[in-house]
């Protein structure tokens, strides 16, 4: 077990330089996939691999938190690696390579997510391997008709082509629908998202954080991309896609929303929150295609969002205390301060005031182009997270009857609590920071990080 | 005189402070723990209050009145929390999503240009005017009068005037229609709570018909020859609030620590304390009294109208009769005295609550006989206008 946990936290350490080192070389990395797959790392990708690294700097920093489990590193750097595959998939112009590289990233994250664990999390990583397996055969199978139709599978000229098809209607708008359905099973939209309360509810905290991260921004910037090059042909065949994103979106945030009220356990209700949460990027695609600002904006929102959120919940588990809720009850009464700052943490990413979230909500209802619609389906999107944040305070503070009995306290035993309680208020902290910055200035200063300012 | 919302702000936490802090059966530090959130509730109503009456409305200005709004929500759910004996925490999500509702609506206001009809909505659910009263009754069954008072009182004052703007700003048809809505639903929540054996779920039913009677003159008011205006919907909010106020403090100081409303219980207590008894007696009087603004502006009203504009005007004098019998018939009930007694300690008023009580009347007099005390909270003036942020 001593040698499984150093080596777990050798593995944690890896993730950490990897991302870190990702961080400061993104300008210097010239991809060359091919003839038929060129890569361009233009500021959306690279952003995706900053949010990526900034996950993955967090996860192995909880890692290394006593507690967090058996298998974590690994598990973590697994994550990382379906992350990297999701996001070269999301960023390379050929539909089949991109369908190879998800399904690489879905093999990847199915092995995170099983990582460590019983049975339990075996069927979490058997359901998350199988419909990442459907995922990847949509996006093939996606890809095969758009060579019938258009001759290629790059995305730039399928999409230019599809527009003068104007026979083949039927199957162009079929290849399309098979491809945005293998993306949103990647980023878990409604009514794909089964995998995402099992495998991110059941993996290791920092491998979840990773995924939760990494899922939805790969699968937004993939569709980001496939509405750019095919808004002439979507606009040749009188296709509502602002519609479309906007019925899954709303979809997204009011089921899963409402799933994460009647919850009995706090990793799912944490689960499920980040896939309600993953539908207030979709808003941002609806603006004018190829304008870039609003995605990075939103996936930067979602990214500080989501990490304290699962950092918090991290922190609570290797403190080695419960999240179901039977055992949970009257816990915030025992751990009062803990317990506030995992609820500050919820509270940050449900969008209460001082959030990055409720900073941004107003443009974003601006952004989609129908702002009454976009306020009834981002209203909801405020407030179910914020009911089940509700839920978790009262099981926390007000139900249960008696107080959990004191533990033996040790100088070692705060100092190992300590670890990731502090990261998680650190990372809460940055995240007001950066949201204090303004709606319009959030993308701003992720973008000081990133290669030429 | 746009102070004077503040000073009614501050009138209506003094009272909920005060229950509080005197509250009988609870151990000094208990209260001053339960006083706290009031405290922040308060602190964040009055900065919502102080907010609405600047006149520099730009981004910014958005940013701080909805979180102000949102904020109530906390403290809302810590004050359900504590909750009165049996526990109250199950209403606590309810109530504070009920809270939370209207801020998250009200930070969407300026990617919708400030819409006529999300000023509206977002007023309504903060004020809990029919027909989206239930929240009130919920919060006088799970919070202690004091908080019950302040949360509702505050809803007054923070949300009718953002739905009159709105209502005001709205088109003819708009209006009427919104008109109808309300009116029906003042004219039912007025008659049902006269049926109800909860005192404190009375007074909720009556500070939300005159929630819906102020929105209705301010809809109605714009397209009426009658002469009646917005101004008239604003002091009769005042006065209601500040008679709200009284009541609740006094009603508060009578009611025990166990059966907080239950009105079966209050048969006859008040028969060996003389001076408790004219004190509900003379609050029930005076909120009645105090909110004789709205009917008399609806007769003018709808005797200038016709139709469906005519129509809501009666529906609303029905409501406006309805939540004051209600209120009128519970005060006699409790005065006129039965042998009974309700368990648990029975505060007693004293010197002190007795001439806090007298000045509450003075200010509910005053809010009365002087309407233009309430002038409208220039914010919201602004913000109604299409074009003017």
Redesign the interface.
């Known amino acids: 077990m001593t040698q499984r946990l150093a080596w777990d936290r050798v593995l944690a350490g890896l993730g950490l330089a990897a991302a870190v080192v990702t961080w400061t070389r993104l300008a210097a990395w010239p991809v060359h996939l091919g003839a038929g797959g060129e890569w361009a790392l233009d500021g959306p990708s690279a952003f995706y691999f900053l949010a990526l690294s900034v996950a993955v700097a967090s996860g192995a920093l909880l890692a290394w938190a006593p507690g967090v489990g058996t298998d974590a590193g690994r598990a973590l750097v697994l994550a990382a690696l379906a992350g990297g595959a999701w996001g070269a998939a999301a960023s390379v112009l050929d539909f089949g390579i991109a369908a190879l590289l998800w399904s690489a990233g879905w093999i990847l994250a199915a092995a995170a997510v099983g990582q460590g664990g019983g049975p339990e999390r075996l069927e979490a990583a058997v359901k998350t391997q199988g419909l990442g397996a459907a995922a990847g055969l949509a996006l093939l199978l996606a890809a095969a008709l758009l060579v019938g139709l258009a001759g290629t599978t790059h995305v730039l000229e399928a999409g230019s082509l599809l527009g003068t098809r104007a026979d083949s209607e039927v199957a162009s708008l079929t290849a399309v629908r098979i491809l945005l359905a293998g993306l949103a099973l990647a980023g878990a939209w409604v009514p794909f998202h089964y995998w995402a309360p099992d495998g991110l509810g059941s993996a290791t905290r920092p491998a979840a954080l990773v995924l939760a991260v990494a899922a939805p921004l790969a699968a937004s910037l993939a569709l980001a991309r496939v509405l750019f090059a095919f808004e002439p042909a979507f606009g040749a065949m009188a296709v509502n896609w602002r519609g479309g994103l906007f019925a899954v979106s709303f979809l997204t945030a009011a089921v899963a929303g409402s799933v994460a009220l009647v919850q009995r356990d706090a990793a799912r209700l944490t689960a499920y929150l980040t896939v309600a949460q993953s539908a207030e990027i979709l808003p941002s695609l609806c603006g004018h295609p190829g304008d870039a600002g609003p995605w990075v904006t939103a996936a930067a929102v979602h990214a500080i969002s989501v990490v304290p959120l699962w950092l918090a919940l991290g922190a609570w588990h290797a403190a080695g205390r419960p999240t179901d809720f039977e055992r949970l009850q009257g816990q915030g009464r025992s751990h009062p301060i803990t317990a506030i700052v995992w609820l500050a943490a919820m509270a940050f990413a449900a969008g209460?005031?001082?959030s990055a979230r409720?900073?941004w909500?107003?443009?974003l209802?601006?952004t989609g182009g129908d702002?009454?619609s976009?306020?009834v389906c981002?209203?909801i999107a405020?407030?179910l997270p914020?009911?089940a944040t509700?839920?978790l305070?009262?099981v926390l503070?007000?139900?249960g009857a008696e107080a959990d009995a004191p533990r033996p306290v040790t100088t070692a035993l705060r100092l190992k609590q300590a670890w990731a309680w502090v990261l998680c208020a650190v990372a809460l902290v940055l995240a007001a920071w950066l949201t204090t910055r303004g709606s319009g200035e959030i993308g701003a200063a992720w973008g000081t990080l990133l290669p030429g300012g | 005189m746009r102070s004077a919302w503040l000073a009614l702000a501050l009138a209506v936490t003094l009272q909920a402070l005060l229950l509080e802090l005197w509250a009988p059966g609870r151990s000094a530090r208990a209260r001053l723990v339960r006083a706290l959130p009031v405290l922040a509730l308060a602190l964040a109503l009055m900065w919502a209050v102080a907010l609405a009456l600047g006149t520099s409305v730009n981004d910014a200005w958005s940013a701080r009145i909805a979180a102000a709004w949102w904020i109530v929500a906390v403290p809302a759910f810590i004050l359900a929390g504590l909750g009165r004996p049996p526990s109250g925490t199950r209403s606590a999500v309810p109530l504070a999503v009920a809270q939370a509702a209207p801020g998250a609506l009200l930070s969407f206001a300026p990617a919708l240009a400030w819409n006529p009809w999300l000023l509206v909505l977002a007023g309504s659910l903060r004020a809990l005017l029919p027909p989206v009263h239930a929240p009130g009754a919920r919060a006088a069954e799970a919070l202690s009068p004091g908080t019950f008072g302040l949360l509702l009182a505050g809803g007054l004052l923070l949300g009718v005037p953002v739905a009159a703007a709105g209502a005001g700003a709205l088109g003819a048809f708009d209006a009427t229609a919104l008109a109808e809505l309300v009116a029906i639903g003042a004219m039912i929540v007025g008659l049902a709570s006269a049926s109800d054996e909860n005192l404190f779920r009375r007074l909720a039913a009556w500070a939300s018909v005159q929630a819906g009677l102020a929105v209705l003159v301010a809809a109605l008011a714009p397209a009426s020859q009658s002469g009646v205006d917005r101004g008239v919907a604003l002091a009769h909010l005042g006065a209601s609030t500040a008679g709200f106020a009284a009541l609740v403090f006094v009603a508060g100081r009578v009611a025990s620590y166990v059966h907080v409303g239950d009105l079966a219980a209050y048969n006859g207590v008040l028969r060996a304390a003389v001076v408790r008894g004219q004190a509900v007696l003379a609050s029930c009087f005076l909120a009645v009294l105090s909110s004789v603004q709205a009917p008399f502006a609806l007769i003018r009203l709808a005797l200038a109208a016709g139709g469906a504009a005519r129509l809501a005007c009666v529906l609303g004098l029905v409501g406006w009769l309805g939540a004051s019998l209600a209120l009128v018939l519970a005060a006699t009930r409790i005065a006129r005295g039965r042998s009974a007694a309700p368990a648990g300690p029975t505060p007693e008023m004293r010197a002190p609550e007795v001439a806090l009580t007298v000045a509450l009347f003075v200010v509910v007099v005053i809010a009365l006989v002087v309407p233009a005390l309430w002038a409208a909270p220039a914010a919201w003036s602004l913000v109604a206008r299409p074009g003017e942020p």
């Open positions: 209460f005031p001082g409720f900073v909500r107003p443009a209802a601006a702002p009454v976009w306020t981002l209203a405020a407030l914020w009911a509700a839920r305070a009262r503070f007000l139900e």
